[in-house]
């Protein structure tokens, strides 16, 4: 009797079939665990995870400032209305889409301007504020834009602390609620630390507000960074102030050096301050924790 041959062909087909429904199966199975942007992945950054990065951006006479660590980003203040593109044009270039904080240090159009644009831009997880209300034209559509993106800004009263990945950071409040009609004293205060370095940023305060800082207790002032109160407008204790501080580099956001005082100057060299105006191009600051660089343009 003739032996029948075998049919391989079909049986070869059927499991070459069911083996790669099963590697689809699981290649598509695979779930990332939701990063900082929470959309299942940390934001893309040229960073690493070991790095903390400072931009304090050109915007003439006004504050916005980007800190970046792991992934998180936070941005304090958002320069004039007609500025808020210099910053939307910066994170467009850099795959920036999500901010983990927006935190305004005080209502005036120089720091609050551009939020709206921001808001409607960005995905923006958590907004912090100062407590008190203006009635100027930036400040209404600052609200407006919460509203619009069904934002809660959180009002700090009282001091707060947080992280931005492995960094961590204090907001200070203003200690009263008025201060004889002078906003600037009303700015909220950031001590950022990350390893050995220290970075303060003092939004506009004057000379009530450094006043409280130099006496709080809870408050180490000297630090490694300092954002110029007022970009660099000199108060009665302006100096002492600086010298309480003691930073290596001092950071001035203005149009130009005269807004800097000769007896600050004077005083920052004495201390072996190295000073950045934003005037010059950004000032961007990189440190690992141990070190800091800076470079500008």
């Known amino acids: 009797m003739k032996k029948r041959e075998r049919d391989w ?12 429904l099963v590697l689809c199966l699981v290649g598509f199975d695979h779930h990332e665990p939701d990063g900082p942007d929470g959309n299942g992945k940390a934001a893309e950054s040229e960073l690493s995870t ?5 931009t304090f951006f050109d915007v003439g006479k006004s504050d916005a400032i980007l800190v ?9 203040d958002t320069s004039f209305d007609d500025q808020a593109d210099v910053l939307l044009d910066y994170f467009a270039d850099h795959g920036i889409d999500t901010l983990d904080y927006l935190i305004i240090t005080h209502f005036d159009k120089d720091h609050v301007g551009g939020a709206d644009k921001i808001l409607d831009a960005m995905h923006v997880k958590r907004v912090l504020e100062p407590d008190y209300t203006v009635e100027k034209k930036q400040f209404r559509e600052y ?16 001091v707060e602390r947080r992280s931005l990945g492995k960094a ?23 001590s950022l630390r990350y390893g050995t370095q220290s970075f303060l940023f003092t939004g506009d305060s004057e000379q009530e507000r450094l006043t409280e800082l130099m006496e709080r207790t809870d408050l180490n002032l000297h630090h490694t960074v300092l954002k ?16 309480t501080v003691r930073p290596v580099a001092a950071v001035v956001t203005c149009r130009n ?14 201390l072996g301050t190295d000073v950045y105006l934003t005037s010059n191009g950004n ?9 800091v660089e800076f470079k500008q343009g």
């Open 168 to 190: 961590s950071f204090i907001i200070y409040p203003p200690e009263e609620k008025d201060y004889d009609g002078n906003d600037n004293d009303l700015s909220l205060v950031l």
């Open 68 to 76: 970046e660590q792991s992934g998180y980003r936070m941005l304090i």
């Open 283 to 291: 000032v961007v600051c990189l440190t690992d924790g141990n070190h």
């Open 50 to 54: 070991d790095e903390l990065q400072v």
């Open 257 to 270: 050096e005269w807004w800097i005082s000769g007896k600050i100057k004077r005083t920052l060299n004495w």
């Open 9 to 20: 062909l079909p049986v070869t087909v059927l499991l070459l079939t069911v083996l790669l």
């Open 228 to 243: 110029m109160p007022h970009h660099g407008i000199k108060e009665k204790n302006t100096i002492a102030f600086l010298e």
């Open 143 to 158: 609200r407006e834009a919460l509203v619009r993106n069904g934002i809660t800004a959180m009002r700090i009263t009282d």
